[in-house]
């Protein structure tokens, strides 16, 4: 799939519009229905609900099943953050990472990661210039708003590492000159946990930078069926071309800016806290989750809580996104390991022990 650079046909984002107060007395004039049932949302995310499921339907036009893997991707999407989506081959991983790419009107590349690539290759090279007697910053594929890094544990440390301050800071500096990266910049990664063979364990600063590591698991029977009949009907080979682009760099910072503004209780960060920071006291955990997993729960629950139509964030949206957060970002003790246990397995004890904020 090549950078794209079309517009996309809905209409662009229109301000949200101011909700109604329900402080108005009954006798001055009838209550809203919201008023009535006692919530009255402070922002509109008609715009953001409506978009959010344009998306889904153009990616549903060739992915079967997957709802809950696309709401995260979509949340992640909202909150600036990138993704890495682990899962055996087969199950549609880069599919799905190039198809919510072409539903973004922004400049897409792909990098295919392989043991010999170097960090030139990611970034860019400088390149001499006879007829200026200078050299030219030449930019790598890694320039480009929505990035689909595939099979990102066959590089070698050194090419993993080249992308610790793209993927942070949003720049690259090559040669003592900085680039900033345009808006929205966002890495969409892909793993398989099966193979190991001519693959490079990720460096932990490296998956830390990840917002969300998503596991991408077998469709379901009823779902395989349905693959299964629309292969048979010769609908299997559906194009790319067919997903049409929904949100523009320009409508997505309207949204993003939307999510922003979502309300959070103190009690919810309170409960952020303590659910990160019991992952630096159990017993079971050699490393604990630093204040960035923090951030990104908070900022997730954020996303998550606009798609779902509310203005304010719940301790479910924070248990929702708690596997997705912390998964990558702890290790198991060697005794744990050998036991038999899982990073989701004391992910969900420690959401099970601590007190849930009313």
Do not use: W
């Not at 390149?127 to 990102?152: K, Y």
């Not at 050194?158 to 500096?173: G, H, I, N």
């Not at 998550?304 to 970002?329: C, I, K, M, N, Y």
């Amino acid at each position: 799939m090549e950078p794209t650079d079309f517009t996309p046909e809905s209409a662009p984002l229109t301000p949200p519009t101011p909700a109604v107060g329900n402080d108005t007395p009954a006798a001055e004039s009838a209550p809203a229905p919201e008023a009535a049932a006692g919530f009255a949302p402070r922002t509109d995310f008609a715009q953001l609900a409506a978009r959010a499921e344009a998306v889904r339907a153009e990616i549903g036009k060739i992915i079967v099943g997957q709802t809950d893997l696309l709401e995260l991707l979509l949340t992640a999407v909202l909150a600036d953050g990138h993704v890495l989506l682990e899962g055996v081959p087969g199950v549609a991983k880069t599919l799905m990472a190039k198809l919510l790419a072409r539903t973004l009107a922004v400049p897409f590349s792909r990098i295919q990661f392989t043991p010999d690539l170097m960090p030139a290759d990611v970034l860019g090279t400088s390149i001499f210039r006879q007829n200026t007697g200078e050299f030219e910053f030449r930019r790598g594929p890694i320039f480009a708003s929505v990035v689909l890094i595939d099979e990102i544990n066959r590089a070698p440390a050194k090419t993993q590492s080249a992308l610790f301050e793209v993927m942070e800071e949003r720049t690259v500096t090559q040669d003592g000159t900085t680039y900033a990266m345009q808006e929205p910049f966002l890495v969409l990664a892909t793993q398989n946990p099966v193979e190991q063979e001519g693959t490079y364990r990720l460096p932990e600063a490296q998956l830390d930078r990840f917002l969300f590591k998503l596991r991408v698991g077998y469709p379901t029977l009823a779902e395989e069926v349905q693959i299964l009949q629309g292969h048979h009907a010769g609908f299997g080979g559906a194009s790319l071309e067919s997903v049409q682009p929904i949100l523009s760099a320009a409508d997505l910072g309207a949204l993003r800016a939307q999510v922003r503004q979502q309300r959070v209780e103190p009690n919810i960060l309170e409960y952020i806290a303590k659910l990160v920071g019991q992952t630096r006291a159990h017993k079971a955990l050699y490393l604990g989750a630093s204040p960035r997993a923090s951030l990104a729960l908070l900022n997730g629950a954020k996303a998550l809580a606009a798609l779902r139509g509310r203005d304010f964030v719940t301790p479910e949206d924070v248990q929702f996104l708690a596997p997705s957060v912390l998964r990558h970002r702890i290790l198991l003790t060697p005794e744990r390991e050998m036991e038999g246990g899982t990073p989701d397995e004391v992910v969900q004890q420690i959401v099970q022990s601590i007190e849930v904020p009313r």
